[in-house]
């Protein structure tokens, strides 16, 4: 299903909080001229699929007619039946406003509103499925997220195709390396949980900006020492 009617309207207290500058400074009006002409185009939309776990291995989890091979993301499904397949963008149309290739902090202002609009995005997804399915609380996982070893990147040509035809629906596509553009885009399998999980527990580096959650070795060698 399509989600394509998601409201956005720019905070620009929140932009210069996430900018780290003061919204008195020299260069602020013009960067929040350029946010606003960004935020003016910005169009999020989210493409999620309810699917089934159909079979488990030791380490992959079969999802419709799709195979997903992590072995934590087996161990965090062991007891569920039912995912949400899904992915949120800020969509491609704020990349089209002008930003000469040196100005590297408008650039950066740019994606700091692509931000803020994916965040949206998710944020409308996950309104939508606790309204319309009765969830409670949920985790999810993303493929390339956290340590190497913990989902694989490559399983994001797995998750587009049971999502269909994510370029047409919602103007994500993958690249060859599997990385999302618009960048600001996110993709995930969504699951009903008692448990708090966020992929960061999973995840060794200490000074990643978007931290959510401490490494946890004692889930680490649940999830992920085979020998444990």
């Not at 409201?7 to 210069?16: D, G, M, Q, Y």
């Not at 800020?90 to 290739?101: F, L, N």
């Not at 618009?182 to 008692?194: D, E, I």
Request: a negative charge.
């Amino acid at each position: 299903m399509v989600l394509d009617q998601i409201p956005f309207e720019l905070e620009s207290a929140e932009l210069f909080k996430r900018l780290r500058m003061d919204p008195e400074g020299e260069y602020a009006r013009d960067l929040l001229d350029l946010a606003r002409a960004v935020a003016a185009v910005a169009r999020p939309r989210a493409l999620y699929r309810e699917a089934f776990i159909e079979e488990r291995g030791d380490d992959t989890v079969r999802v419709g007619d799709v195979t997903f091979t992590s072995r934590a993301l087996r161990g965090n499904l062991a007891d569920v039946h039912r995912v949400f397949a899904y992915v949120a963008t800020c969509g491609p149309e704020m990349d089209a406003v002008p930003v000469p290739a040196d100005d590297l902090f408008g650039g950066y202002c740019r994606d700091t509103v692509k931000e803020m609009v994916r965040r949206a995005a998710l944020d409308h997804l996950h309104g939508h499925l606790r309204e319309t399915y009765s969830l409670g609380r949920f985790a999810a996982m993303h493929p390339g997220a956290g340590d190497a070893g913990v989902w694989a990147i490559q399983d994001q040509r797995q998750l587009f195709a049971l999502l269909g035809d994510v370029e047409g629906l919602v103007g994500v596509r993958l690249t060859e390396s599997c990385l999302m553009q618009p960048n600001k885009s996110v993709t995930g399998l969504l699951y009903a949980t008692t448990v708090d999980f966020v992929t960061c527990q999973l995840c060794h580096r200490e000074k990643c900006p978007s931290r959510r959650a401490p490494f946890d070795q004692v889930l680490w060698q649940a999830r992920m020492d085979r020998a444990a």
